[in-house]
């Protein structure tokens, strides 16, 4: 059995694969190139499957994923090669909507703007840089899965928070123990929010979910936190709006292009809107978990076991 690891893990996955399975390849070796020629298994975190990997793919039987978003596969060319995905749906959520969370009040009461304006030794006359309070405010969460979830619980308790939330795959009894409205049509949703986060994949359904029109609806005073995918949004109206004064701020983890974004990116010249580099999962607890549980569906699978979550 040929295990090739095409990503960089916390050390206790690779340490399970290296206890159970005499040929594991790991992340940086030299061979690692050749993976498509035998590789029976691979495990990956952000790394790109094209169809042409795929295609090239000489014995692949599984592709064990970490993590929940899977738009960096192509999974229809997985699918036509029967060969199995399978990813780590769950594990990282606490970790995502702490993030969600905490860019949530970074932005709110401007912090990383003033610890850099301190460090510039810039004088700062405190009513022109005032901050917004979060209690009893309206939260919009699209998206009901499990880190949606686990972000609305979060502004709810810490904050007493107004939960509206969107998803139209998300069962009627959804959050039953949670206080909420549920918006069936988002043009309801927009100029209600004070804080807009996203909990969706990436699809052609959600593709720019958050476009110029929906931005241009919003509240001036709104905050939109983007922890999910680049591409939800459209960076474009965004930044304009952010400019403008047409939104408070704006707190992304998840980026159009690059993840970090290039030091080019015009919304890294903006003081409202606080950056992180996809860092949504880096947590020492989450990444352990996660690497862990990862290899132990790729082992599980190739030794003729059912996924525990499949994909494909
Ligand atoms: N920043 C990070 O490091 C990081 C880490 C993990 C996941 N993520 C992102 O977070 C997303 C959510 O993760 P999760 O674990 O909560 O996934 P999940 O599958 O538990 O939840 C996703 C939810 O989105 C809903 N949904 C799908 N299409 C929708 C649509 N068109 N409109 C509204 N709702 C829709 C689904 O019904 C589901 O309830 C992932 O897809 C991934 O893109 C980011």
Avoid at 81 to 110: H, Q, W, Y
Avoid at 169 to 190: F, G, K, N, S, V
Avoid at 218 to 224: E, F, G, H, L, S
């Amino acid at each position: 059995m040929k295990i090739y690891v095409l990503d960089a893990f916390e050390t206790s996955g690779i340490q399970y694969l290296k206890e159970r399975v005499p040929g594991v390849i790991p992340f940086g070796d030299p061979r690692a190139g050749r993976w498509h020629e035998d590789a029976d298994g691979i495990m990956i975190r952000g790394r790109q499957l094209s169809a042409d990997d795929f295609a090239k793919a000489k014995k692949l039987k599984v592709v064990s994923k970490q993590g929940v978003g899977i738009d960096n596969i192509a999974l229809d060319a997985a699918r036509a090669k029967g060969v199995i995905v399978c990813n780590t749906p769950g594990i990282n959520s606490d970790a995502v909507a702490e993030l969600a969370f905490g860019l949530t009040v970074a932005v709110a009461r401007r912090i990383p703007e003033f610890d850099r304006r301190i460090r510039a030794g810039e004088e700062i006359i405190r009513p022109r840089f005032l901050g917004t309070e979060m209690a009893g405010k309206a939260v919009g969460v699209i998206g009901m899965g499990n880190i949606g979830v686990r972000a609305a619980r979060l502004y709810h308790q810490a904050f007493g928070c107004r939960l509206l939330a969107y998803d139209p795959y998300a069962p009627a009894d959804a959050w039953a123990d949670l206080p909420h409205q549920r918006i069936a049509d988002l043009d309801e949703l927009w100029p209600q929010v004070d804080v807009l986060t996203l909990h969706v994949p990436l699809t052609d359904e959600t593709r720019y979910i958050v476009d110029r029109a929906a931005i241009g609806r919003m509240k001036r005073t709104a905050i939109v936190i983007n922890v999910s995918r680049g591409g939800l949004v459209d960076e474009t109206a965004l930044c304009e709006a952010l400019k403008e004064g047409r939104l408070f701020g704006a707190g992304l983890d998840a980026w159009e292009e690059g993840e970090p974004p290039q030091p080019g990116n015009p919304l890294l010249a903006l003081p409202n809107v606080v950056a992180t580099p996809h860092a949504g999962a880096g947590t020492h607890e989450t990444q352990a978990k996660s690497s862990l549980a990862a290899a132990r569906q790729l082992v599980h699978v190739l030794e003729g076991g059912e996924p525990f979550h499949r994909v494909v």
